[in-house]
């Protein structure tokens, strides 16, 4: 099993980003998703999570509204649109296969002015 993030970045207050995460080594349809972030000095936290279809979407109430998870299955990829990034946004953020356990690398967000 392999998760892949990118798109992460410096950005201002305001602006938008989109995470992808590339997996491969599993069956990717099948499985509900997560990305989680962790910022310096806190614990890692669920931002939002999406479900094998699609069809149900769930978030954090720090992002809800500013935040859409979708994924592609056809390309087996799980997306993060981040819009209205705020600096308290600022983590690394990563990718997540819950049922068996698997993390991405991680990929650095940044919002700054």
């Known amino acids: 099993v392999q998760l892949v993030e990118s798109g992460g970045g410096l950005v201002q207050p305001g602006e938008s980003l989109r995470l992808s995460c590339a997996a491969s080594?599993?069956?990717?349809?099948?499985?509900?998703m997560r990305w989680y972030r962790q910022a310096p000095g806190k614990e890692r936290e669920l931002v939002a999570a999406?479900?094998?279809?699609?069809?149900?979407?769930t978030y954090a109430d720090s992002v809800k509204g500013r935040f859409t998870i979708s994924r592609d299955n056809a390309e087996n990829t799980v997306y993060l649109q981040m819009n209205s990034l705020k600096p308290e946004d600022t983590a690394v953020y990563y990718c997540?296969?819950?049922?068996?356990?698997?993390w991405g690398q991680g990929t650095q967000v940044t919002v700054s002015s």
């Open positions: 999406i479900s094998s279809t699609g069809g149900s979407t």
């Open positions: 997540h296969l819950p049922t068996r356990g698997y």
């Open positions: 080594g599993f069956t990717f349809s099948g499985y509900n």
